[in-house]
């Protein structure tokens, strides 16, 4: 597996149509949000900035109905595992 890293320091412009749907999203208040797929959070007390844990569609769901049934040890485990498979393609295309 490669690992494609691409960097955009000059982003393109938006167009009129995207800078419409972003004004009609800013003006929508909160009580529109469909929350039907994800639950509503209120508590951010453990948030970690910059935190945005493992995105969903990398993983099969059946992996991350499991993950989310295991306790902490297991969880950093798994991290621990992919984050040496990362080390190691890092090293090997650097």
């Known amino acids: 597996m490669n690992m494609v890293r691409k960097v ?15 004004a009609k999203l800013e003006e ?4 529109h949000i469909d ?14 900035q910059g935190s945005i844990g493992a995105p969903a569609h990398l993983l099969d769901s059946d ?16 991290s621990e595992v992919i984050r040496h498979i990362m080390l190691l393609q890092q090293d090997n295309f650097s």
Do not use: C, F, G
């Open 8 to 22: 955009i320091n000059h982003p393109p412009q938006l167009s009129s149509e995207q800078l419409d749907r972003l």
């Open 63 to 78: 992996v991350l109905a499991w993950l989310a049934t295991q306790d902490d040890a297991t969880k950093r485990h798994v």
């Open 28 to 31: 929508m208040p909160d009580s």
């Open 35 to 48: 929350y039907s797929d994800i639950p509503l959070t209120s508590d951010w007390q453990d948030a970690i």
